[in-house]
Nanobody
Framework: EVQLVESGGGLVQPGGSLRLSCAASGFTFDDYAMSWVRQAPGKGLEWVSTINWNGGTTYYAESMKGRFTLSRDNAKNTVYLQMNSLKLEDTAVYYC???????????????WGQGTQVTVSS
């Protein structure tokens, strides 16, 4: 059974940091690019970041550049999203997703996690 299990979400003040994790199982992790996608309250899905199969290449949405860092540990089948300098508008449910290609398009993801809530509030 394929599983992507996100963790690390929570409540943080503006300017704070969180590190999200996504643990994968049930498929060959290092055959897949991994991505994070988020959904703010009342809004659609927004692509956040993608990392290639070996972690050598990362891509970020413009508003996340310089604040978010995506990495992966293939030995642990886990991907990490370090989020710094968090803003109110970063409040969302964050989803981990896997795809056979490096893509920012949600219809190209093969597997999705259940999501973890990140709330930025003072």
């Amino acid at each position: 059974e394929v599983q992507l299990v996100e963790s690390g979400g929570g409540l943080v003040q503006p300017g704070g940091s969180l590190r999200l994790s996504c643990a994968a199982s049930g498929f060959t992790f290092d055959d897949y690019a991994m991505s994070w996608v988020r959904q703010a309250p009342g809004k659609g899905l927004e692509w956040v970041s993608t990392i290639n199969w070996n972690g050598g290449t990362t891509y970020y949405a413009e508003s996340m550049k310089g604040r978010f860092t995506l990495s992966r540990d293939n030995a642990k089948n886990t991907v990490y999203l370090q989020m710094n300098s968090l803003k109110l508008e970063d409040t969302a449910v964050y989803y981990c997703a896997a795809a056979g290609v490096e893509t920012m398009y949600e219809d190209e993801y093969d597997y999705w996690g259940q999501g973890t809530q990140v709330t930025v509030s003072s």
